[in-house]
């Protein structure tokens, strides 16, 4: 039996979640326990493929990410991996039926992180987004609607447009890392050697539509995801709000965040409308 590996795999999975994002973190354990493990899982398998594109500067980045995606498809196949990453993450994926072309559609993102430097066109920068944001909102999708197709399709819209969110959100907010260290511009007809207000400006309007068209499928989930999940869009929000009251050139110079005391704020105000049943 490999019930002990597969609980030591998806403690790993929970502890990496633990110790590269506090904020994902917290909003996972918000959620009904018989979901929490599953997005510990696919946030493990996404956090391992970024750190070798986006960390790994001394090592051979390509070759790394090839045999990562080859002990995947092993995992996939076999139904099982020696790297715990990647067993709790098969698990996850034949439990909750996640379609291949979401997993396919973020790796081809990943590998375009290899190469690609400049997004210069709407197309590609669409096409990143969704598979380096989007298909990681709809794996967690099929995990919150256990198999439920047609809720899964209702819902399916609103996923994205919160994974695009966050996405574009933590691109605002590493514009510094990204362009200065790893020569990385991924919002089109934005010139970083010269942020402005202007060009700010255009892009907290496009992630405040993005999170309009989120917000009624968060309220629409089941309730054992509903929690979890808007405690996330406030926290985003939240720093949304602060990058837009941050001058350009300060976001250019230095990483924006939001302070733990004002994540346990978030926190508090999201379970008082929970238990209000305001969701």
């Known amino acids: 039996m490999k019930i002990l590996f ?18 994902f973190s917290m909003a996972t354990n918000l959620l009904g326990s018989t979901i929490r493990a599953d997005i510990y899982n696919i946030y493990g398998f996404v956090r391992f493929a970024d750190e070798i594109v986006d960390t790994f500067h001394d090592y ?14 092993h995992a996939l196949e076999d139904k099982i991996s020696l790297n715990p990453i990647l067993n709790a993450f098969q698990k996850t994926v034949h439990k909750n039926q996640i379609d291949r072309d979401l997993i396919d559609a973020f790796l081809k993102s990943m590998r375009w992180d290899l190469d690609k430097k400049i997004y210069d066109t709407q197309e590609d920068y669409l096409t ?9 909102g709809l794996m967690c999708l099929k995990v919150f609607v256990h198999g439920d197709q ?11 447009a919160l994974g695009s969110a966050f996405q574009k959100v933590n691109f605002l ?23 402005n207000e202007a060009s ?36 985003y929000h939240k ?22 005391y004002q994540k346990m704020g978030v ?13």
């Open 6 to 23: 597969d609980n030591v795999s998806e403690a790993f999975s929970k502890m990496v979640t633990q110790r590269y994002s506090t904020s």
């Open 60 to 73: 051979p980045k390509r070759a790394l990410l090839d045999r990562f995606e080859q002990d995947l498809n």
């Open 128 to 136: 990143y987004i969704y598979g380096s944001a989007d298909v990681v």
């Open 150 to 160: 047609k809720q899964y399709e209702a819902l399916k819209p609103a996923a994205m």
């Open 173 to 195: 907010r590493d514009l510094n890392a990204d362009h200065d260290l790893l020569n990385r511009s991924y919002f089109p007809d934005t010139d970083l050697t010269h942020f």
């Open 200 to 235: 700010k400006a255009r892009i907290i309007e496009e992630i405040e539509r993005d999170f309009e068209k989120a917000l009624p499928g968060i309220f629409n989930l089941p309730s054992e995801a509903k929690f979890g999940v808007y405690t996330a869009y406030k926290y």
């Open 239 to 260: 720093l949304l709000t602060k990058l837009k009251n941050t001058p350009s050139k300060n976001i250019k110079s230095t990483r924006i965040r939001v302070p733990n």
């Open 267 to 279: 926190l508090a105000r999201s379970y008082v409308k929970y238990r209000l049943n305001l969701l």
